[in-house]
């Protein structure tokens, strides 16, 4: 019998990673939910931001506009952000125009506004489509969950650890709204 020789036992060692690798790789595709395999230019600097970076958090993604009668939500927004953070909750902000064309400046006044004005510091995201057939690709799935589309700004949707709407709330609901912070809190209890 002939021993293998150390040549041979690297090649074989070789093999055996790039045969295991592409499991691994699917493993981490696996860890990202379908609904956060997306990637959006961030507001601030239009740098590109993959959604998979939120898996396993508890998100509230919400449209947002810096003239609407709800833009103060943005004071909420925050506070929530701000107090759940550690816990795992991740705000999204997505500005768009669709509603009462209340979100007409570029990408450097929207952010400049939502820090200035509210001291926004949760991820915000380049100006786009919500809703009709130009939608963004995570409203796109956020509608096929829901088959809830946003009406006007400020509308939120509540995504649990796993990826799965849990909740939708409507422009109305303020975020310190003890039914949206019971259903948050629910969300981050769950690990």
Request: hydrophobic content about 40%; aromatic content about 10%.
């Amino acid at each position: 019998m002939k021993l293998p020789t150390a040549s041979s036992l690297t090649l074989l060692a070789t093999a055996g990673v790039l045969f295991c690798m592409p499991a691994a790789m699917a493993q981490t595709a696996g860890a990202c939910p379908a609904i956060l395999q997306h990637e959006f230019p961030r507001l601030q600097d239009d740098a590109p931001q993959n959604l998979c970076q939120y898996a396993g958090k508890v998100l509230l993604v919400v449209n947002t506009a810096s003239y609407c009668g709800f833009t103060s939500q943005y004071e909420g927004l925050e506070a929530l952000h701000a107090k759940y953070q550690g816990k795992g909750l991740v705000v999204l902000g997505f500005p768009s125009n669709q509603f009462g064309k209340q979100e007409p400046g570029s990408s450097k006044e929207i952010a400049d506004f939502c820090f200035n004005t509210y001291g926004v510091k949760f991820p915000m995201f380049a100006k786009s489509d919500v809703k009709g057939s130009g939608r963004n690709a995570l409203y796109t799935d956020l509608l096929k969950a829901t088959q809830v589309e946003p009406k006007w700004n400020f509308h939120k949707f509540l995504v649990d650890r796993s990826g799965k709407v849990a909740a939708s709330y409507t422009s109305s609901v303020e975020p310190d709204n003890t039914n949206l912070v019971a259903a948050l809190e629910k969300a981050l209890a769950t690990k």
